[in-house]
């Protein structure tokens, strides 16, 4: 149980790390995208429509490498949690199969 909390303080670590490293870069694609939605509301040429598909557009191109980042990250540590849990299930079963034998013999 104590390895299982281990690893649990890990995959939290290296999940607060990642946003950490990613905070200043998530806040200037925010700013531009806020700056772009004022460019595009107040442009009086555009339909309302055409201002919602362009806003729209703008949020998946600017904030597209943010959700890229973080999904690598998310799967890297995902990785990294499912083989360190089958480590720890592989051990308690080899510790489990020890105590086995050593009864039926």
Known sequence: MQELR??????????????VQHHAEISR???QLELEV?????NASLSSADKDRLIAEKHRIIL???SNNLCLSFLATLYL???KMFVFLFLIMCVV??????KLS
Do not use: N
Request: hydrophobic share 45%; proline share 3%; aromatic share 12%.
């Open 97 to 102: 199969f020890v105590r086995i034998c050593t």
């Open 64 to 66: 597209k490498p943010v």
């Open 38 to 42: 004022v460019r595009v509301e107040d």
């Open 81 to 83: 949690y499912v083989h």
């Open 29 to 31: 694609r925010l700013q």
């Open 6 to 19: 281990r690893i649990t303080l890990l995959w939290d670590e290296l999940w607060l790390g990642t946003l």
